[in-house]
């Protein structure tokens, strides 16, 4: 008996000890969880996913070294976090037949079907540019997407960082008048918005029918995360104007705020090494890639998304 109550109690503390070892930056310490001592590659307890949801919405960006996943195990672990957003023709301009990946992952490498490097004029290569630009992923669909998980699967020798935002500190940062005046603002954002700044035509380059899944959608500009109670601007290149504003004086207004809220103080550069895995919550972030010869690497970088759980508007 005595036996038992001492394994039950050996138990009980060994559950209570599965805890995460999250590491933060002296700076920052509510921005970018550094988490070890865990392998996606194994079945997660709930308790450890609950902690590790908690954590997403308290950093809003979490780190993972030496995830040497398959695609399935990536797929595996998003869906502990919610519904997958599926990849298709509402979020960019490759072909069914022309995917190198399921649709359960967006393909946000430079390579094609073949594991080739697009070619200079390829208008997948033009439209994938858009990702170096500030933006968060999916805020032109009507419900934007929660966490995105990237994997590094092959990293760019030079050049191809990703650099995140924190959205919450740029809102706090925020002189009061401007909070004021942002607090109820809409904004309409599409990926022809995103697109048209970099000089692709989208409108030109699809069919009618093709350009009808990139219909601008709306969303407020102010959000509340309900578990933190943190406000956050939610920002994107997606914007191309605001609700009941001329189209030049949105983006006039839009682009000073981005300059503003991706001013150094409010950053984390991810610096790729193989096999890496970076979750971030497009709720409180937004990101950019930077460039790096994408004519002759392979970056092979394999996004999947959780699905965001509601209408904003
Ligand atoms: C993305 C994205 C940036 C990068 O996966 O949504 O924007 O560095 N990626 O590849
Ligand atoms: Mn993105």
């Known amino acids: 008996m005595i036996k038992f109550i001492i394994l039950l109690l050996l138990n009980i503390f060994l559950f209570m000890g599965e805890t995460l070892i999250i590491k933060t930056r002296d700076l920052f310490p509510d921005f970018v969880g550094f988490v070890s001592d865990i392998n996606l590659k194994e079945i997660l307890s709930d308790s450890l996913i609950n902690e590790l949801d908690a954590a997403v919405n308290k950093y809003a960006v979490l780190v993972f070294k030496d995830q040497n996943i398959t695609d399935h195990e990536q ?52 439209f994938n540019l858009g990702n170096r630009l500030w933006h968060t992923d999916s805020s032109f669909k009507p419900v934007p997407a929660k966490y995105s998980l990237l994997s590094g699967r092959n990293v760019s020798k030079e050049g191809g960082n990703t650099e995140f935002a924190d959205m919450r500190s740029a809102y706090d940062n925020l002189d009061f008048k401007i909070k004021n005046k942002i607090e109820k603002m809409i904004c309409e954002h599409s990926l022809i918005y995103s697109r048209q700044r970099l000089g692709f035509d989208m409108v030109r380059e699809l069919s009618p029918d093709e350009i009808k899944n990139f219909k601008p959608v709306e969303q407020p500009l102010v959000r509340n995360n309900k578990l933190t109670n943190r406000k956050t601007v939610f920002l994107s290149s997606h914007i191309g104007k605001i609700k009941d504003w001329t189209r030049p004086d949105s983006m006039c207004f839009i682009d000073d705020l981005i300059e503003y809220a991706t001013k150094e103080k409010f950053l984390y550069v991810h610096k790729w090494l193989q096999n890496d895995l970076v979750i971030w919550d497009n709720r409180q972030t937004m990101h950019r890639a930077r460039a790096f010869d994408d004519l002759t690497e392979y970056r092979d970088m394999r996004r999947t998304t959780v699905l965001g759980e509601e209408k904003l508007i």
């Open 75 to 126: 797929v595996r672990f998003t869906e502990y976090f919610g519904k997958i957003e599926a990849s298709g023709k509402t979020s960019n301009i490759t072909k069914d037949k022309d995917r190198r990946l399921s649709s359960d992952l967006a393909d946000v490498s430079n390579l094609d079907k073949d594991n080739k490097p697009f070619t200079l004029n390829d208008p997948r290569r033009i």
